[in-house]
């Protein structure tokens, strides 16, 4: 029997209207269904009560008395909610699973849906997409001089409930919730560039976690050539990602771990006093105008990452006394193309002269050959572009938003903060119905092949 997709995610739509209904109804949303008002008239009556019974004790009496009345009803529309989700589960169990020719031993709603999303992943297949964003870090720093930088993507691949990733491409990541707040507290400064911070969210799918715990990551520093590292978890991939080996010294080309793979290795070289620390050594791009040159660093050893990982890189640059030209920090690789989201550019001509972070993020491919890197490029500089404290590592995932915090100046300490809030316009219906009861990802876009309707 050929597998019907378009059937069974006819089957979610349905199931997805008849939620959302009980949704507006409970949480007093009607953008996701159409309705013609802004919240339920229950909702609507308590707010307007609030407002104007509230000048003496036996009003604010009264008003307690509707608020639990109106708590009662909104507690029936989310028991209404889980049984719409039980009958889907028993629709995933009892028909979805048939239909998809699903044949493992024990079947459970959960381990058909991944099946189901799966297949759509893997076939170029999406739902209606919901447009989320971050606003604005707010910092609370303890340091005088610090200006922490704490790197987010709501950007991420295809996950399943069992956070297993079956898709490379970049989507809007379904699970990032409207109106989620977050924070992250310092709470372990004992070693500096391995700060501990405690974050946490206030909205979480169901099945999903309210915090997580995050290592701070530093560029990896090496002292001589030919060292072999396995990184562990939270550690940086790139090998002397500081540029601080003793045999990269200043003026000679960077040869110890970054390989020359192109003729002008001469552009590259290291430089000390002009560093993001104020010690060590920096990477030093230079340029008469005319030449492209480039290094590479092969990742050798990745047995802290699973093919389909999210992973960060982030470093520091700063303009010296180029004028013109770019500097390009991407992943290359056989069969592997870094798209344009997937790498940074500093164009000299409009860039700063003061340290500035740039980051992107990309996902481990599913095959990766041996030339698997990344690359700096120096392409026509006039002068000098510096680079400083390259790091590559997996990203820590809470409700949604992906997020690394690598090693600042000055270093972190307790009580250090940073707090911003998450958006989603909703308007991916099924995605946002999964996400919220599934704490899935569902593969979206915004020309989808199943649209809500």
């Not at 339920?40 to 009345?69: C, M, N």
């Not at 290359?332 to 740039?358: F, L, M």
């Amino acid at each position: 029997m050929a597998i019907d997709n378009d059937k069974l995610a006819s089957g979610l739509t349905t199931f997805t209207n008849l939620y959302m209904s009980f949704y507006e109804l409970h949480e007093g949303d009607s953008a996701l269904t159409g309705g013609t008002f802004n919240v339920h008239p229950a909702v609507k009556a308590l707010d307007d009560a609030l407002g104007v019974f509230d000048d003496d004790r036996y009003e604010q009496e009264y008003v307690a008395t509707i608020t639990s009345t109106l708590a009662d009803i909104s507690e029936q529309y989310k028991d209404m909610r889980d049984s719409i989700v039980e009958l889907m589960n028993e629709w995933l169990e009892q028909v979805a699973a048939e239909e998809l020719d699903f044949r493992e031993e024990s079947v459970d709603a959960d381990s058909v849906m991944n099946y189901f999303l799966h297949m759509m992943a893997y076939g170029a297949q999406s739902f209606t997409t919901s447009v989320v964003s971050l606003g604005s870090t707010t910092e609370d720093l303890v340091g005088v001089d610090a200006s922490g930088h704490l790197p987010l993507s709501v950007l991420g691949p295809f996950r399943d409930m069992d956070k297993n990733i079956s898709s490379g491409c970049q989507t809007y990541n379904q699970r990032v919730l409207d109106g989620n707040h977050f924070q992250l507290t310092c709470s372990d400064d004992s070693t500096a560039g391995s700060e501990v911070f405690d974050a946490t969210c206030s909205k979480v799918s169901e099945g999903g976690d309210d915090g997580v715990t995050i290592t701070v990551t530093s560029a990896d520093s090496q002292s001589a050539s030919g060292e072999t590292i396995s990184p562990g978890a939270n550690d940086s991939l790139v090998i002397d990602g500081d540029f601080d080996c003793t045999l990269s010294n200043v003026g000679t080309s960077v040869a110890a771990y970054w390989a020359d793979a192109s003729s002008n290795v001469a552009n590259f070289s290291t430089a000390s006093g002009n560093t993001y620390r104020s010690i060590g050594l920096a990477l030093l791009a230079s340029g008469a105008g005319t030449t492209t040159a480039y290094i590479t660093q092969y990742l050798t050893s990745l047995d802290n990452t699973s093919q389909f990982d999210y992973m960060a890189v982030t470093f520091l640059a700063k303009v010296g006394t180029a004028t013109s030209g770019t500097l390009n920090v991407k992943m290359v690789g056989t069969n592997y193309t870094a798209e344009a989201n997937e790498q940074e550019t500093i164009d000299a001509s409009t860039a700063s002269s003061d340290w500035t972070r740039y980051t992107f993020y990309f996902t481990i491919p599913r095959k990766m050959e041996s030339d698997f890197g990344v690359r700096i490029t120096n392409t026509n500089l006039n002068g000098t572009v510096l680079v400083d404290e390259l790091v590559i590592a997996q990203t820590y995932d809470l409700q949604g938003v992906a997020m690394i915090l690598p090693r600042d100046h000055v270093d972190y300490t307790e009580s250090d903060r940073f707090r911003f809030t998450s958006s989603n316009d909703k308007a991916g219906k099924v995605a946002h119905m999964l996400a919220i009861e599934k704490n899935v990802n569902a593969p979206t876009s915004g020309s989808p092949t199943y649209p809500d309707s």
